[in-house]
Protein backbone atom coordinates (compact mmCIF):
# COMPACT_ATOMS: atom_id res chain seq x y z
CA UNK A 1 0.00 0.00 0.00
CA UNK A 2 3.16 2.31 0.93
CA UNK A 3 4.70 1.53 -2.50
CA UNK A 4 1.10 2.73 -4.43
CA UNK A 5 0.66 5.38 -2.33
CA UNK A 6 4.11 6.59 -3.22
CA UNK A 7 4.11 5.72 -6.98
CA UNK A 8 0.90 8.21 -6.87
CA UNK A 9 2.61 10.57 -5.25
CA UNK A 10 5.19 10.44 -8.10
CA UNK A 11 2.51 11.34 -10.85
CA UNK A 12 2.15 14.71 -10.45
CA UNK A 13 5.49 16.13 -10.37
CA UNK A 14 6.24 13.81 -13.22
CA UNK A 15 3.56 15.49 -15.25
CA UNK A 16 5.01 18.87 -14.17
CA UNK A 17 8.44 18.51 -14.63
CA UNK A 18 7.78 16.93 -18.38
CA UNK A 19 9.28 19.18 -21.33
CA UNK A 20 6.93 18.04 -23.66
CA UNK A 21 4.16 19.57 -21.48
CA UNK A 22 1.82 21.49 -23.62
CA UNK A 23 1.60 25.33 -23.63
CA UNK A 24 -1.79 26.73 -22.25
CA UNK A 25 -3.57 30.51 -22.96
CA UNK A 26 -4.53 32.74 -20.15
CA UNK A 27 -7.36 30.54 -18.62
CA UNK A 28 -4.72 27.87 -17.88
CA UNK A 29 -6.10 25.48 -21.05
CA UNK A 30 -4.10 23.64 -23.58
CA UNK A 31 -4.06 26.15 -26.25
CA UNK A 32 -4.96 23.98 -29.39
CA UNK A 33 -8.49 21.66 -29.64
CA UNK A 34 -6.22 18.86 -30.32
CA UNK A 35 -4.71 19.14 -26.91
CA UNK A 36 -7.67 19.65 -25.29
CA UNK A 37 -8.99 16.91 -26.22
CA UNK A 38 -6.08 15.04 -25.21
CA UNK A 39 -6.06 16.46 -21.71
CA UNK A 40 -9.82 15.67 -21.29
CA UNK A 41 -9.03 12.24 -22.46
CA UNK A 42 -5.99 11.95 -19.89
CA UNK A 43 -8.83 13.46 -17.39
CA UNK A 44 -11.33 10.67 -18.07
CA UNK A 45 -8.97 7.51 -17.68
CA UNK A 46 -7.42 8.97 -14.26
CA UNK A 47 -11.22 9.60 -13.22
CA UNK A 48 -11.85 5.73 -13.96
CA UNK A 49 -9.16 4.52 -12.59
CA UNK A 50 -9.70 6.59 -9.20
CA UNK A 51 -13.56 4.88 -9.56
CA UNK A 52 -12.07 1.35 -9.73
CA UNK A 53 -9.74 1.68 -7.06
CA UNK A 54 -12.48 3.26 -5.16
CA UNK A 55 -14.52 0.29 -6.13
CA UNK A 56 -11.90 -2.06 -4.99
CA UNK A 57 -11.13 -0.60 -1.77
CA UNK A 58 -14.68 -0.68 -0.76
CA UNK A 59 -15.15 -4.42 -2.03
CA UNK A 60 -11.65 -5.81 0.11
CA UNK A 61 -12.91 -3.65 3.11
CA UNK A 62 -9.64 -1.66 3.40
CA UNK A 63 -11.85 1.02 4.05
CA UNK A 64 -15.49 1.14 4.56
CA UNK A 65 -17.28 2.22 0.99
CA UNK A 66 -20.29 0.13 1.56
CA UNK A 67 -22.35 2.20 -1.39
CA UNK A 68 -19.39 1.70 -3.92
CA UNK A 69 -18.69 -1.58 -2.95
CA UNK A 70 -22.48 -2.39 -3.33
CA UNK A 71 -22.98 -0.46 -7.02
CA UNK A 72 -19.88 -2.61 -8.21
CA UNK A 73 -20.76 -5.65 -7.01
CA UNK A 74 -24.07 -4.90 -9.18
CA UNK A 75 -22.46 -3.58 -11.96
CA UNK A 76 -20.87 -6.89 -11.72
CA UNK A 77 -23.67 -9.36 -12.05
CA UNK A 78 -25.65 -7.11 -14.09
CA UNK A 79 -22.61 -7.66 -16.37
CA UNK A 80 -22.45 -11.19 -16.40
CA UNK A 81 -26.28 -11.75 -16.61
CA UNK A 82 -25.93 -9.94 -19.76
CA UNK A 83 -23.08 -11.72 -21.20
CA UNK A 84 -25.33 -14.95 -20.30
CA UNK A 85 -28.07 -13.77 -22.11
CA UNK A 86 -25.94 -12.76 -25.30
CA UNK A 87 -23.94 -16.20 -25.74
CA UNK A 88 -28.06 -17.86 -25.25
CA UNK A 89 -29.08 -15.60 -27.81
CA UNK A 90 -25.99 -16.55 -29.96
CA UNK A 91 -26.33 -20.09 -29.57
CA UNK A 92 -30.22 -20.08 -30.64
CA UNK A 93 -29.19 -17.87 -33.19
CA UNK A 94 -26.60 -20.19 -34.59
CA UNK A 95 -28.91 -23.30 -34.14
CA UNK A 96 -31.41 -21.12 -36.20
CA UNK A 97 -28.74 -20.31 -38.99
CA UNK A 98 -28.12 -24.18 -39.42
CA UNK A 99 -31.60 -25.10 -39.36
CA UNK A 100 -32.73 -22.51 -42.14
CA UNK A 101 -29.05 -23.48 -44.09
CA UNK A 102 -30.38 -27.17 -44.08
CA UNK A 103 -33.69 -26.45 -44.88
CA UNK A 104 -32.28 -24.57 -48.21
CA UNK A 105 -30.31 -27.81 -48.63
CA UNK A 106 -33.19 -30.24 -48.60
CA UNK A 107 -35.25 -27.90 -51.22
CA UNK A 108 -32.38 -28.26 -53.98
CA UNK A 109 -32.78 -30.71 -56.68
CA UNK A 110 -32.02 -34.11 -56.22
CA UNK A 111 -31.62 -34.03 -52.19
CA UNK A 112 -34.01 -35.19 -50.82
CA UNK A 113 -33.99 -37.97 -52.89
CA UNK A 114 -30.55 -38.77 -52.27
CA UNK A 115 -31.20 -38.19 -48.48
CA UNK A 116 -33.49 -40.97 -49.09
CA UNK A 117 -31.52 -43.11 -50.42
CA UNK A 118 -28.91 -42.71 -47.27
CA UNK A 119 -31.61 -43.33 -44.89
CA UNK A 120 -32.28 -46.60 -46.50
CA UNK A 121 -28.85 -47.39 -47.40
CA UNK A 122 -27.97 -46.87 -43.23
CA UNK A 123 -30.98 -49.14 -42.08
CA UNK A 124 -30.01 -52.08 -44.55
CA UNK A 125 -26.26 -52.10 -43.64
CA UNK A 126 -26.29 -51.27 -39.68
CA UNK A 127 -29.37 -54.29 -39.63
CA UNK A 128 -26.83 -56.39 -41.08
CA UNK A 129 -24.03 -55.72 -39.26
CA UNK A 130 -25.96 -56.53 -35.57
CA UNK A 131 -27.67 -59.32 -37.34
CA UNK A 132 -24.21 -60.94 -38.47
CA UNK A 133 -23.32 -61.08 -34.46
CA UNK A 134 -26.81 -62.10 -33.52
CA UNK A 135 -26.86 -64.59 -36.05
CA UNK A 136 -23.42 -66.04 -35.63
CA UNK A 137 -24.11 -66.45 -31.76
CA UNK A 138 -27.72 -67.49 -31.45
CA UNK A 139 -27.96 -69.67 -34.70
CA UNK A 140 -24.79 -71.11 -35.09
CA UNK A 141 -23.39 -70.90 -31.63
CA UNK A 142 -20.11 -69.75 -32.38
CA UNK A 143 -18.06 -68.60 -29.50
CA UNK A 144 -16.12 -65.60 -28.99
CA UNK A 145 -12.85 -66.46 -30.69
CA UNK A 146 -14.77 -67.34 -33.74
CA UNK A 147 -16.54 -64.32 -33.47
CA UNK A 148 -14.00 -62.34 -33.26
CA UNK A 149 -12.68 -64.44 -36.60
CA UNK A 150 -16.00 -63.89 -38.34
CA UNK A 151 -15.98 -59.92 -38.06
CA UNK A 152 -12.18 -59.57 -38.70
CA UNK A 153 -13.26 -61.68 -42.51
CA UNK A 154 -15.68 -58.75 -42.42
CA UNK A 155 -13.49 -56.11 -42.48
CA UNK A 156 -10.77 -58.74 -44.79
CA UNK A 157 -13.53 -57.85 -47.15
CA UNK A 158 -14.39 -54.28 -46.78
CA UNK A 159 -10.76 -53.41 -47.45
CA UNK A 160 -10.60 -55.68 -50.73
CA UNK A 161 -13.68 -54.08 -51.72
CA UNK A 162 -12.43 -50.10 -51.01
CA UNK A 163 -9.03 -51.08 -52.48
CA UNK A 164 -10.16 -52.91 -55.51
CA UNK A 165 -13.43 -53.08 -56.43
CA UNK A 166 -14.74 -49.95 -55.97
CA UNK A 167 -12.09 -47.73 -57.76
CA UNK A 168 -12.89 -49.95 -60.71
CA UNK A 169 -16.64 -49.33 -60.92
CA UNK A 170 -16.81 -45.91 -60.37
CA UNK A 171 -14.41 -45.35 -63.36
CA UNK A 172 -17.03 -47.35 -65.74
CA UNK A 173 -20.24 -46.50 -63.91
CA UNK A 174 -22.35 -43.61 -62.66
CA UNK A 175 -22.58 -42.81 -59.20
CA UNK A 176 -26.40 -43.46 -59.52
CA UNK A 177 -26.20 -46.73 -61.24
CA UNK A 178 -23.75 -47.77 -59.23
CA UNK A 179 -25.79 -47.27 -56.01
CA UNK A 180 -28.87 -48.62 -57.47
CA UNK A 181 -26.29 -51.42 -58.46
CA UNK A 182 -25.00 -51.70 -54.82
CA UNK A 183 -28.20 -51.43 -53.63
CA UNK A 184 -29.52 -54.58 -55.63
CA UNK A 185 -26.28 -56.67 -54.67
CA UNK A 186 -27.26 -55.98 -50.70
CA UNK A 187 -30.59 -57.20 -51.77
CA UNK A 188 -29.21 -60.39 -53.16
CA UNK A 189 -26.59 -60.79 -50.47
CA UNK A 190 -29.21 -60.73 -47.25
CA UNK A 191 -31.36 -62.88 -48.98
CA UNK A 192 -28.42 -65.43 -49.45
CA UNK A 193 -27.38 -64.87 -46.35
CA UNK A 194 -30.90 -65.52 -44.33
CA UNK A 195 -31.11 -68.73 -46.56
CA UNK A 196 -27.80 -70.30 -45.62
CA UNK A 197 -27.93 -74.06 -44.44
CA UNK A 198 -24.75 -73.65 -42.44
CA UNK A 199 -22.21 -72.06 -41.58
CA UNK A 200 -19.54 -72.11 -44.74
CA UNK A 201 -22.70 -70.93 -46.99
CA UNK A 202 -23.55 -68.01 -44.90
CA UNK A 203 -19.36 -67.24 -44.51
CA UNK A 204 -19.95 -67.11 -48.65
CA UNK A 205 -22.90 -65.17 -49.11
CA UNK A 206 -21.18 -62.50 -46.89
CA UNK A 207 -18.94 -61.40 -49.83
CA UNK A 208 -21.77 -60.01 -51.85
CA UNK A 209 -23.24 -58.40 -49.40
CA UNK A 210 -19.88 -56.62 -48.27
CA UNK A 211 -18.87 -55.58 -51.58
CA UNK A 212 -22.25 -54.34 -52.77
CA UNK A 213 -22.36 -52.60 -49.16
CA UNK A 214 -18.57 -51.06 -49.93
CA UNK A 215 -19.95 -49.92 -53.33
CA UNK A 216 -23.36 -48.07 -52.17
CA UNK A 217 -21.59 -46.37 -49.61
CA UNK A 218 -18.76 -44.87 -51.66
CA UNK A 219 -21.59 -44.26 -54.65
CA UNK A 220 -24.07 -42.40 -52.37
CA UNK A 221 -21.16 -40.19 -50.65
CA UNK A 222 -20.16 -39.08 -53.75
CA UNK A 223 -23.36 -38.51 -55.35
CA UNK A 224 -24.11 -36.15 -52.48
CA UNK A 225 -21.50 -34.16 -52.72
CA UNK A 226 -21.98 -33.83 -56.32
CA UNK A 227 -25.33 -32.43 -55.74
CA UNK A 228 -24.38 -29.08 -54.19
CA UNK A 229 -22.32 -26.35 -54.74
CA UNK A 230 -18.22 -26.42 -53.44
CA UNK A 231 -18.63 -24.24 -50.60
CA UNK A 232 -21.87 -26.03 -49.19
CA UNK A 233 -20.24 -29.60 -49.85
CA UNK A 234 -19.34 -29.92 -45.79
CA UNK A 235 -22.74 -28.94 -45.15
CA UNK A 236 -24.34 -31.04 -47.10
CA UNK A 237 -21.98 -34.40 -46.01
CA UNK A 238 -23.06 -33.40 -41.98
CA UNK A 239 -26.66 -33.66 -43.26
CA UNK A 240 -26.48 -36.92 -44.87
CA UNK A 241 -24.14 -37.88 -41.47
CA UNK A 242 -27.27 -36.44 -39.56
CA UNK A 243 -29.82 -38.89 -41.23
CA UNK A 244 -27.46 -41.86 -41.47
CA UNK A 245 -27.17 -41.12 -37.28
CA UNK A 246 -30.93 -42.07 -37.86
CA UNK A 247 -30.63 -45.55 -39.03
CA UNK A 248 -27.97 -45.57 -36.60
CA UNK A 249 -30.00 -45.06 -33.56
CA UNK A 250 -33.50 -47.02 -35.17
CA UNK A 251 -31.74 -50.30 -36.98
CA UNK A 252 -30.44 -52.06 -33.90
CA UNK A 253 -33.51 -51.97 -31.87
CA UNK A 254 -35.42 -53.11 -35.03
CA UNK A 255 -32.97 -55.75 -35.04
CA UNK A 256 -32.86 -57.15 -31.40
CA UNK A 257 -36.86 -56.80 -31.63
CA UNK A 258 -37.49 -58.70 -35.13
CA UNK A 259 -34.64 -60.97 -33.61
CA UNK A 260 -37.04 -61.75 -30.41
CA UNK A 261 -40.65 -62.26 -32.01
CA UNK A 262 -39.92 -63.79 -35.79
CA UNK A 263 -36.50 -65.44 -35.25
CA UNK A 264 -33.03 -65.27 -36.54
CA UNK A 265 -33.87 -64.79 -40.52
CA UNK A 266 -36.53 -62.20 -39.56
CA UNK A 267 -33.22 -59.11 -39.65
CA UNK A 268 -31.74 -60.43 -42.85
CA UNK A 269 -34.95 -60.52 -44.55
CA UNK A 270 -36.11 -57.38 -43.37
CA UNK A 271 -32.79 -55.33 -44.58
CA UNK A 272 -33.66 -57.67 -47.96
CA UNK A 273 -36.49 -55.25 -48.17
CA UNK A 274 -35.32 -51.64 -47.31
CA UNK A 275 -32.42 -52.93 -49.91
CA UNK A 276 -34.73 -53.59 -52.21
CA UNK A 277 -37.10 -50.22 -51.56
CA UNK A 278 -33.56 -48.35 -52.34
CA UNK A 279 -32.80 -50.37 -55.14
CA UNK A 280 -36.38 -48.78 -56.76
CA UNK A 281 -36.19 -45.47 -55.41
CA UNK A 282 -33.08 -45.29 -56.68
CA UNK A 283 -33.54 -46.58 -59.90
CA UNK A 284 -36.07 -44.05 -59.90
CA UNK A 285 -34.90 -41.12 -59.36
CA UNK A 286 -31.85 -41.47 -60.83
CA UNK A 287 -32.69 -40.12 -64.02
CA UNK A 288 -32.32 -36.74 -62.63
CA UNK A 289 -29.83 -37.44 -60.36
CA UNK A 290 -26.80 -37.79 -62.92
CA UNK A 291 -28.49 -34.63 -64.55
CA UNK A 292 -28.04 -32.64 -61.30
CA UNK A 293 -24.73 -34.21 -60.34
CA UNK A 294 -23.38 -32.58 -64.20
CA UNK A 295 -24.06 -29.43 -63.54
Given amino acids: ASTEAEHDARRPAIALSSPTQDPTDSSGNPSSPRRRRGHALAAEVAEGDALVQGCFVGVKGVTPEPACAVEGDACLDAVVVDVGRYRSRRGFAMLSEAARGYADLVQRPGVADALIIRLLMGLAIIMFRQSLALVL ?40 ALTSLGF ?19 VVAMAPMVFSAAVTRTASTTLITHLVPQQEVGQMI ?21 M ?5 VAPLLCCTLAASIATIFSHVSGNRLPKVAEV
Wanted: with cysteine; charged share 10%; proline share 4%.
Fill in 260 to 264: QTLGH
Fill in 184 to 202: GGMAVGSVLCAMSPSLEWF
Fill in 137 to 176: TYRFNLAADRLGFAFSYQAILYSIAYGALVPVLTRLRSDA
Fill in 238 to 258: ALADIVFSVSRMTAPAVTGFL
